[in-house]
T-cell receptor
Framework: EAGVTQFPSHSVIEKGQTVTLRCDPI?????LYWYRRVMGKEIKFLLH????????ESGMPNNRFLAERTGGTYSTLKVQPAELEDSGVYFC??????????????FGPGTRLTVT | GNSVTQMEGPVTLSEEAFLTINCTYT??????LFWYVQYPGEGLQLLLK?????DKGSNKGFEATYRKETTSFHLEKGSVQVSDSAVYFC?????????????FGSGTRLSIRP
C-alpha cells in the first residue's frame, strides 16, 4: 500500500506570505497527525484529527496556523502570514483507529519550509 | 510534563564500532517507548519499540530495553555499518489511548565512516 505522502517536499517563501502544506494519509487511516521540527530541535506535535474532527490541537503555536481535513481524507496546513520562526520540517503521520490491530503512526517524508 | 532527553550529537564512529545512544524520559504512568530513524532524504521510520517495563525492542541489529527504574531506553548496536548513518529520535507515547500524540527527543545524528 502507498505510504503517507506530503506536498511539496520543499517550499521557500518570504516572510508575510502564505503557504499551504498537504498531507495524504495511508488509505483507511482515520487518525492524522501533524508534527514539526524547528531548527534541528525536537519534533513537536501540532495537532491530531480523527476523520474530519480535530481531536487535539494543543500543539498549534498560534492562530497563524490553520489545519483542515475536509471529508476526512487528506489534510492541509496553512501558515498565514509566515514568520521566520516557522521555518522547519513539517511531518504528517497517520494511523488506524484504536480497536484495530496496528496502532503504529506512519510518517511521511516531511515538507521542508524555509521562510526568508 | 512528559519529555524525552537524548544524547546530543553528532556522533561519528568507524564501521564495526559499538554504538550507544542514551535516552531518558519523564512521564506519568506507563508510557510506550520508541526509537525512530530518519535516513537521508527519507521520512521517519519506526525502528523499534517497547510497551512495558523490561521489554526489549529489537530490529536491524539495534536493541533497546525499557528500564523503568532508571527511566531509560538506550539504543545499542554491536557493530555499526555505513548504512546506519541517519538521525535517530527517541520518543514516547504517554496517553492511555494508542492514538495519543508522540513526544520526541531532539534527535542524534549518527555518521559512520568506512
Amino acid at each position: 500500500e502507498a505510504g503517507v505522502t506530503q506536498f511539496p517536499s520543499h517550499s521557500v517563501i518570504e516572510k508575510g506570505q502564505t503557504v499551504t502544506l498537504r498531507c495524504d494519509p495511508i488509505s483507511g487511516h482515520d487518525n492524522l497527525y501533524w508534527y514539526r521540527r524547528v531548527m534541528g530541535k525536537e519534533i513537536k506535535f501540532l495537532l491530531h484529527f480523527v476523520k474530519e474532527s480535530k481531536q487535539d490541537e494543543s500543539g498549534m503555536p498560534n492562530n497563524r496556523f490553520l489545519a483542515e481535513r475536509t471529508g476526512g481524507t487528506y489534510s492541509t496546513l496553512k501558515v498565514q502570514p509566515a514568520e521566520l520562526e516557522d521555518s522547519g520540517v513539517y511531518f504528517c503521520a497517520s494511523s488506524r483507529l484504536a480497536g484495530e490491530r496496528s496502532y503504529e503512526q506512519y510518517f511521511g517524508p516531511g515538507t521542508r519550509l524555509t521562510v526568508t | 510534563g512528559n519529555s524525552v532527553t537524548q544524547m546530543e550529537g553528532p556522533v561519528t564512529l568507524s564501521e564495526e564500532a559499538f554504538l550507544t545512544i542514551n535516552c531518558t524520559y519523564t512521564a506519568t504512568g506507563y508510557p510506550s517507548l520508541f526509537w525512530y530513524v530518519q535516513y537521508p532524504g527519507e521520512g521517519l521510520q519506526l525502528l523499534l519499540k517497547a510497551t512495558k517495563a523490561d521489554d526489549k525492542g529489537s530490529n536491524k541489529g539495534f536493541e533497546a530495553t525499557y528500564r523503568k527504574e532508571t527511566t531509560s531506553f538506550h539504543l545499542e548496536k554491536g557493530s555499526v555499518q555505513v548504512s546506519d548513518s541517519a538521525v535517530y529520535f527517541c520518543a514516547l507515547r504517554a496517553g492511555y489511548s494508542s492514538a495519543s500524540k508522540i513526544i520526541f527527543g531532539s534527535g542524534t545524528r549518527l555518521s559512520i565512516r568506512p
